[in-house]
């Protein structure tokens, strides 16, 4: 039932929003660099992050090919095997719109649009979890969209009227963040959405370590959150139940596992294995 509520111990989940040119890129990068040490980065744009490589910050980069939502969600599991701090992905947009993406697989697809995004719709939502679950802090960014409303004028007719940027991507994604900050055309953050006090409604020109240090000491204001299971955890448990279905998850996870993971799971499951033998001879 219900208890008291406390505040426990996180990661970060930014967003920047924002038009070519904005800084999306260089401002991820930079908030990385001061969350943590080993840096991740989910390359959707042929590379352009690379080129801040050494100059704005040291980082691993993963370049997909395609832009499907496990392609995302695989590099993630990667990641969070090879226990990476922070993971940057630039951009999240393509997941949506990019070759892959779910519109392009909608597009594909084609018949009845509900039957189509029943099928979508799970895709979208393992992204969400596997972007809060990840272990460590995420930063993603998002192209943005000129939005409109349809309104009568003085005449009774029907004209748009501009009324602010959307990110591009399937709506209230932003949501999920823990901090949204549209970036404008003079590298300026303008926070949307913050659930971090210090930086709730802030405008920063060029953010950088400031910015860092007040998300961190936020996220570690708290009692330490329960450890989160990692894939290996899940296989050596449930090799305990049933060796067959232990072997199948492990089949599934093996790429995203580490050496120390591969060999603590196969020992699990050659135990699992060696355990069930015993029991039939003892029952025979």
């Known amino acids: 039932m219900f208890q008291k509520a406390s505040k426990k111990k996180a990661k970060a989940r930014v967003a920047f929003i924002g038009p070519s040119g904005s800084g999306k890129t260089y401002t991820a990068l930079t908030l990385a660099k001061y969350l943590g040490k080993k840096i991740a980065v989910i390359d959707t744009e042929r590379g352009s992050a690379s080129k801040y490589s050494g100059d704005v910050a040291d980082f691993d980069a993963c370049e997909l090919p395609t832009f499907e939502p496990k392609k995302y969600i695989e590099a993630l599991n990667f990641a969070a095997s090879e226990g990476y701090d922070v993971i940057v992905i630039d951009s999240l947009t393509h997941a949506w719109t990019g070759e892959g993406g779910l519109l ?24 969400v979890e596997a972007i809060l679950g990840y272990p460590g802090h995420v930063i993603a960014t998002m192209r943005v969209k000129t ?69 961190l000491a ?67």
């Open 104 to 127: 392009d697989q909608k597009d594909k697809k084609g018949g009845n649009s509900f039957d189509v995004w029943r099928t979508l719709t799970p895709q979208h939502n393992a992204l």
């Open 147 to 215: 939005e409109y409303v349809v309104e009568k004028d003085e005449r009774g007719k029907s004209v748009p009227r501009k009324v602010g940027l959307a990110p591009v991507q399937r709506d209230g994604l932003e949501y999920e963040f823990d901090v949204v900050a549209d970036m404008d055309p003079d590298n300026c953050m303008h926070v949307s959405k913050s659930r971090c006090p210090a930086l709730s409604g802030a405008s920063i020109r060029k953010p950088g370590r400031q910015v860092a240090e007040d998300l």
């Open 218 to 284: 936020w996220l570690d204001d708290g009692v330490d959150a329960p450890k989160r299971k990692t894939h290996a955890d899940v296989i050596v448990e449930k090799a305990a139940e049933s060796v067959a279905e232990a072997k199948e998850l492990a089949r599934k996870a093996w790429k995203t596992l580490t050496a120390d993971e591969r060999e603590r799971v196969t020992l699990a499951i050659q135990n699992a294995e060696s355990a069930v033998g015993t029991e039939g001879e003892a029952a025979e």
